[in-house]
């Protein structure tokens, strides 16, 4: 009997339900780190932040290899990671969230609503001309155009995408839907990525053609 109890036990801990359980746990772990290492913390601190964020998401991709969230988690904690070191020394890890989001679009597009589209959509415009973006704006058109067919209410794809009109003089159509991004429901468990994503959007109204979306500027050649 004691054997048998052991036995169900091993098969409850690996069985499929379960690993989902402890992938949700972790992702949702992941995920309230990145909004206060991107939110709530700056300079050297942040940076720390998601280098950290940048191991644990790599050793989640690693434990589960079918998974296509820990490979995005993975790739925003590298976006996150360039944003806050700046500099040439970072666009290695802006190719390396590229090539992260295409491997999470060949296991599951529509993983977290999108969020290969959106976020392939903003590193294909924010950094044409480079190695990364081939195909600049037309690709990065194609992805956010998609981001908002999965998720049309969602505030980043609409915030992307008003980036992305912004850059190129649409400021008109971007003012729609940067108010679109204003507009969008509360994401769960998301307050504080919510509230400064917002922050950043009514920044983005006042400058008028002026907003840069989680601007690469400095990564470019």
């Not at 720390?48 to 964020?53: R, V």
């Not at 209410?153 to 649409?170: H, R, T, V």
């Not at 468990?189 to 840069?212: F, M, Q, S």
């Amino acid at each position: 009997m004691k054997n048998m109890m052991l036995l169900l036990s091993f098969i409850t801990l690996n069985s499929p339900a379960f690993a989902d359980e402890r992938l949700d746990s972790e992702i949702l772990r992941i995920q309230h780190a990145w909004d206060k290492a991107r939110y709530q913390t700056s300079g050297n601190a942040q940076e720390s932040a998601f280098k950290t964020l940048t191991e644990e998401t790599h050793q989640l991709t690693v434990s589960n290899p079918n998974a296509a969230e820990p490979l995005i988690w993975e790739a925003l904690s590298n976006i996150g990671y360039a944003y806050a070191k700046e500099g040439m020394g970072a666009l290695k890890f802006v190719q390396k969230a590229r090539d992260l989001l295409l491997a999470a679009e060949k296991i599951n597009p529509l993983a977290l609503q999108g969020t290969v589209y959106a976020n392939l959509g903003m590193l294909y415009y924010q950094l044409r001309g480079w190695p990364v973006s081939a195909g600049g704006r037309k690709t990065a058109k194609q992805y956010l155009e998609k981001a908002l067919e999965v998720n049309p209410a969602g505030i980043d794809p609409n915030y992307f995408y008003a980036g992305f009109l912004d850059e190129q003089g649409n400021h008109v159509k971007a003012i729609e839907y940067y108010k679109k991004a204003l507009a969008a429901p509360p994401r769960p468990d998301r307050e504080d990525a919510d509230a400064g994503r917002k922050k950043e959007i009514e920044l983005a109204l006042k400058t008028r053609g002026g907003n840069k979306v989680d601007s690469f500027d400095g990564l470019r050649p």
